[in-house]
């Protein structure tokens, strides 16, 4: 069955039409929550919150946005919502947005001693990204690890173009600065860029 026509169907209130247009969401909308929330537990309970709040108003999907980034938008703002209510900065691995293809690991090769260290590299690149505030967090994660355009981010959040790339800008800067205190394993390299919505580090 062809996109168009299962979303019309779900729209109709058909449930199986519905399961058959998220497959293809769903576990990119975990991922989204697993890196807003932190712990697998909290990604999956806004998960399905996302997931029922989809099914709910997707008969009010009218096209003012791809379907992606709307489904997109729902998940960002139930994931924004239950981190206001707990307060709670993640803590969760870069090895699982590793798993789901973003960002790209900074590696070595396949040194032992070499790997020891790109592992550090990795736990406090994820370590930083989630000391950032919550707004500037979700910006970057859209954007740098999801590879969301500028564009689509903003639609997700709604809001303008200039704010978004602010925050973009500010949570780059900002996690440039934290990883510049760990000498050991950064050295005088700039340790931090986005090209095509991954993260690589600069030698």
Not at 35 to 58: F, T
Not at 146 to 161: A, C, D, K, N
Request: hydrophobic share 40%; glycine share 6%.
């Amino acid at each position: 069955m062809q996109p168009d026509a299962m979303l019309r169907r779900a729209q109709a209130g058909d449930a199986h039409a519905f399961d058959e247009l998220m497959a293809g969401h769903e576990k990119r909308i975990y991922a989204l929550c697993l890196r807003l929330s932190g712990n697998g537990e909290d990604a999956l309970d806004c998960a399905q919150e996302a997931m029922l709040r989809i099914w709910r108003s997707i008969s009010s999907f009218r096209n003012e946005a791809s379907f992606a980034t709307w489904a997109y938008r729902i998940a960002t703002n139930v994931c924004i919502d239950s981190a206001r209510k707990k307060k709670l900065r993640p803590t969760d691995s870069l090895n699982t947005m590793v798993e789901e293809g973003k960002p790209e690991p900074i590696s070595s090769g396949n040194d032992p001693e070499a790997r020891a260290m790109d592992s550090a590299r990795n736990r406090a690149l994820a370590d930083g990204i989630a000391t950032l505030p919550l707004d500037l967090r979700t910006a970057l994660i859209l954007r740098d690890v999801h590879g969301f355009s500028y564009e689509e981010v903003t639609e997700i959040l709604r809001l303008p173009l200039g704010t978004v790339k602010s925050r973009i800008n500010r949570a780059r800067e900002k996690l440039r600065a934290i990883l510049s205190q760990s000498p050991e394993l950064f050295g005088m390299r700039r340790v931090y860029t986005a090209r095509g919505g991954q993260m690589h580090e600069m030698r």
